[in-house]
């Protein structure tokens, strides 16, 4: 009688501590950044398939620009928009070609073809839709992008962190060796979407076999109560105001590594506790529209931008300085023990 194939755990459920990962000695912390290579859409309104913008796509060639002057190699998780926009294509491409980047997927369904299923907020999460139409969808984006960009994408986000229950499979079938979909310390149960509030930082291995590693975006809890930061998040189900008061109370703070809504006081207080804890890669994200004012709700000016540039020059300064160096998808998975 032939062995039963090694388990695959959903997605959805946290790991056991055995499936943390471990990496070479003399890998250290590193620090990966990742850019939701996206449209521009409004994002108070409903979700469309249509009627986007790709105002934004010019700048990616001066963030890569300065992403290489910083010495971070940013990784574009690029959508079905992104990836049918042809300047997009050649700035992205230029730099994977010249090993300056990494390209991987983002799907966002509602963008994505085949558009078999209602727009809809719950179907926004990739996870909900049925496994036919979310491979379907998936399969044509990533070929897509191997077609364009010359390789097969290595790693995955889920548009909305929108895991399912079957994603973990789709994803080794078709080559994927990373995902980086999982939100740890939050919650989109209220929308019908996953519960990552009991997610570990660190990176692990999605299944037995360690053939899906992966690497959660990073947000950490800061204060004296932080170590009961998931307990208190529960507890603000029922208090909802409960956390902004510890917040101002220096108490308490989730504090997401991102740009977006985020001072860099604040990321800095959060990579100390990244640090201290010894998480071995820290990876940061932000939204690529917020490259340019108008299209996201933290950049609406100039000045927003250049905010936006600073937050990275100070935030890579200190990394520097606390001896965590940058990485890549590809350096990962080199060092990654299985």
């Known amino acids: ?10 997605m959805l459920i946290p790991p056991e501590r055995s499936a943390y990962a471990r990496f070479a000695d003399g890998f250290g912390q590193r620090v990966l950044l990742t850019v939701d290579t996206e449209e521009e859409f409004d994002w108070n309104e409903p979700f469309c398939k249509d009627g986007y913008g790709l105002e934004h796509v010019p700048q990616l060639r001066r963030f890569q620009e ?6 971070a190699v940013p990784v574009y998780l690029v959508d079905w ?37 209602e727009v809809s907020t719950q179907n926004s999460y990739t996870g909900n839709l049925p496994p036919e139409l979310e491979a379907a969808k998936f399969t044509q984006l990533r070929d897509r992008i191997e077609q364009e960009f010359g390789a097969p994408p290595l790693i995955y986000r889920a548009g909305r962190y929108g895991l399912g229950s079957q994603t973990a499979d789709l994803l080794k079938e078709t080559g994927i060796v990373a995902d980086t979909s999982v939100r740890s310390l939050f919650d989109y149960s209220q929308q019908n979407g996953p519960d990552y509030s009991a997610h570990p930082l660190e990176p692990y291995w999605v299944d037995e076999a360690r053939e899906l590693l992966e690497l959660p975006v990073t947000s950490t809890y800061w204060g004296m109560l932080r170590r009961q930061g998931r307990l208190i998040r529960r507890l603000q189900e029922k ?34 506790m990244a640090i201290d804890d010894g998480l071995p890669v820290i ?18 000016t100039d000045e927003d931008v250049e905010a936006i540039y600073n937050w990275f020059t100070k935030v890579y300064a200190y990394l520097g300085r606390r001896g965590v160096a940058t990485t890549s998808v590809a350096e990962i998975m080199r060092n990654v023990i299985v």
């Open 283 to 300: 990876v940061l994200s932000f939204h690529s529209p917020s490259l340019a004012p108008g299209h996201t709700p933290y950049v609406e």
């Open 81 to 117: 928009p992104i990836v049918t926009c042809p300047e997009a294509v050649e700035i992205i491409g230029d730099a994977v070609q010249r090993k300056a980047a990494e390209v991987g997927v983002q799907l966002h369904p509602w963008v994505n073809p085949p558009f078999d299923e």
């Open 1 to 10: 009688m032939p062995a039963s194939a090694p388990a695959t755990r959903s």
């Open 66 to 71: 300065f992403c290489e002057k910083l010495g």
């Open 239 to 272: 208090l909802p105001s409960l956390g902004s008061a510890l917040s101002r109370l220096g108490v308490m703070e989730r504090i997401p590594l991102t740009p977006e809504g985020v001072s860099v006081d604040e990321a800095i207080r959060g990579i100390d």
